[in-house]
């Protein structure tokens, strides 16, 4: 009887692996190493593997109570095998990360987007549990989505599929690290709330945001403008007001074309709680059609740091 | 052995039945009646029935030769079989059209969106044989749409998975016939051309449209920009340049959510031929991910006339 999955967070820096209980989604136990992708794939995969064998070996458990490792990676994979490109590692494109680490630990894998694993997460043991059609959006250094549709990730031909971050709300507008011009990552993600602020600093020093940070620009976090905005400062909150106008423009797009009934919002920016999230519904329903209204929930995620390792066992869990 | 499926397309003035060959999406035979909402769903539906057997009976096909009868409706379908509300019909709300249509034929029902319906068809028989993961469009008086993901249609929970015509392109912008502003429809539907080039004409009359409409505001249609654009006249076709550039946002936007290997476009709007189609692709990678731009087709739609009926069939087709 397998009663465990293995959920792997493949990030930048760290990789995060945890023994998770297949039933409960619960964490048994958890270790990150160092991801050092500059040492190339295969010795990052082989120290996964290592690593993999030591959380049995410490709890207990061998690989027959195991159904498999999920993993979430930065990047589009498809057919949750092979990875397109990892976005900012130097490694290979169209790697073929399944067999890799099938080949190494002797357990079956699937793989997946790292944003598209969280929102399995949410939908299997978190804010959205028991939902079948669902939306996350990850808003953080850049804006990630994973789209749940009857119960399984959209992937797309080239794993590609929820690509949220991209979508154009600002025809013309600002610049995007993509190389576009008005998209959603543009205007939404804490990048960006930190980009609107110093734009609007250089001609507004009279506020609660600039105080916060004694003037010293290079320490501004979206935090900064939250925080200021909760304390009733109308810089800030216009600054707030912004990012909802646009935020609500992308989800209500996503809406009129995926049609959840549920939106789990994650990331930094989700931090800003009520001053984001009680406006929000209102302004989406400004560009979804009633009909996508009907019965929607939009809500802050709720793994927190554990959403990319049970996210990852999410893979395994939700079929 | 089942060889056939009855393909119906529900429209606001006629419903058209065919009786279509399982294996090769023929239409063997078709007929249309006029559907009469205002007498009732009771009254039509019967009268469905009849030209069913009808149809069977003209071509002594028996009932045990058909895989099911397929529809197609204007309005969103949840699970195939209950229609949320009819686009313009008097009828009650999420009515269950397999259910009262299976009654009245004892055949096997399935039901969906009309332009589902068509992408489905396309899938099956026309521009998009043998992909499994396609956006259809239609550009006609409104902008309706359909996904494929992996084979199967994008319902979403009310079914309005796919309502890609009220995606907002241009915050704030045009009114859309929904109330909304600033929707795909009200830019790149065979309307939105009509309402651009009226207003465009209130201050320049020296041009190819003025001409072929003979100054008679009330003839414009379409297809004179598309005619005069293609004969070279600058007016007509700077307001093309303006329907493929908001058709382009659309279309990218599309892309980064669901990415699909192939885009198909019917509609009064898509008979514009090349002069649309050849600039469109160009455009739509200012704002479609790189990685969604590979071994993308955008293409016309081939069905024509048979879209409806064909795309009905299709539901009992493609599993």
Redesign the interface.
Known sequence: MKRFIVGIDLGGTNVKAGLVEAQTGKVVCSESIKTQSEKGFEDTFDRIAVLVDRLLKDVDIKKEEVEGIGMGIPG?VINQEIV??FANFPWEKNLNVREELEKRTALSVLVDNDVNVITMGEAWQGAAKGHR?VLGMALGTGVG?G?V??G?L???????????G??????GGKLCG?G?KGCLEAYCSATAVIRETLDRLTVNKTNKVWESIGGDLSKLEAKHVFDSAKAGDDFAKDIVDFII??LA?GI??????????IVVIGGGVALAGDILFEPLKKEVA??A?G??M??LEIVPAVLGNDAGVVGAAALFAVK
């Open positions: 589009p397109g490109f059609n989505g789209i549709v009857d399984k959209l992937g797309g031909v080239r794993g590609a599929g929820g690509e949220v991209h979508i154009v709300v600002e025809p993509c576009h106008k646009y423009i209500g797009n996503l809406l009129n074309i995926v049609n959840p009934d400004k560009t059609l009909v996508c009907e019965g």
